[in-house]
Antibody
Framework: EVQVLESGGGLVQPGGSLRLSCAASGFTFSSYAMRWVRQPPGKGLEWVSAISAGGGTTYYADSVKGRFTISRDNSKNTVYLEMNNLRAEDTAFYYC???????????????WGQGTTVTVSS | DIQMTQSPSSVSASIGDRVTITCRASQGISSWLAWYQQKPGKAPKLLIHAASSLQSGVPSRFSGSGSGTDFTLTISSLQPEDFATYYCQQANSFPLTFGGGTKVEIK
């Protein structure tokens, strides 16, 4: 079964850090770009970050640029999101997602995890 | 950044109704548009990719159309399991952006 499973969320104080992990299985992980998408409580979806299949190219939303770092370990079938200097507005449900078509980012995200909650509060 | 504007933000419909949701991009995105369905407490589910291609396993009552800046998602005959929130997402360029969502509610 093709799946991704996020972990690492939790409660953190403003200015703190967290590292999210996303473990993939059931597909050739090293062939697919990966994405992080978040959803604040009761609100819509917001793309956060993306990483190419090989890990050499990364993208970030302006709202997290300079604070978040995406990376991947293809030997462990895992993608990470290192989040620093967290703010209250980063409070959200964070999803990891796989792009639908290897080699092309134009086809959307076809496999999503169940998400992990990040709460930034003092 | 490409802004995605969805309308309506909510729609009330009955079982069997035809429902149409529109999504407009602030600039041309060719056919690089995806539609997702999200139910409460669940992850989004990909319905349509490349504007009009039905994702594997998605019922044929769902269809997508459009190119350039204007897109539509149509549910031809609304079923009980279709009550959810629907999002469009442009996949043309980074930063990726989503529409604000359309909640389909029971009338």
């Amino acid at each position: 079964e093709v799946q991704v499973l996020e972990s690492g969320g939790g409660l953190v104080q403003p200015g703190g850090s967290l590292r999210l992990s996303c473990a993939a299985s059931g597909f050739t992980f090293s062939s697919y770009a990966m994405r992080w998408v978040r959803q604040p409580p009761g609100k819509g979806l917001e793309w956060v970050s993306a990483i190419s299949a090989g890990g050499g190219t990364t993208y970030y939303a302006d709202s997290v640029k300079g604070r978040f770092t995406i990376s991947r370990d293809n030997s462990k079938n895992t993608v990470y999101l290192e989040m620093n200097n967290l703010r209250a507005e980063d409070t959200a449900f964070y999803y990891c997602a796989k792009i639908a078509v290897a080699g092309s980012s134009g086809y959307g995200m076809d496999v999503w995890g169940q998400g992990t909650t990040v709460t930034v509060s003092s | 950044d490409i802004q995605m504007t969805q309308s309506p933000s909510s729609v009330s419909a009955s079982i069997g109704d035809r429902v149409t949701i529109t999504c407009r991009a602030s600039q041309g995105i060719s056919s690089w548009l995806a539609w997702y369905q999200q139910k409460p407490g669940k992850a989004p589910k990909l319905l349509i990719h490349a504007a009009s291609s039905l994702q594997s396993g998605v019922p044929s009552r769902f269809s997508g159309s459009g190119s350039g800046t204007d897109f539509t998602l149509t549910i031809s005959s609304l079923q009980p399991e279709d009550f959810a929130t629907y999002y469009c997402q442009q996949a043309n360029s980074f930063p990726l952006t989503f529409g604000g969502g359309t909640k389909v509610e029971i009338k």
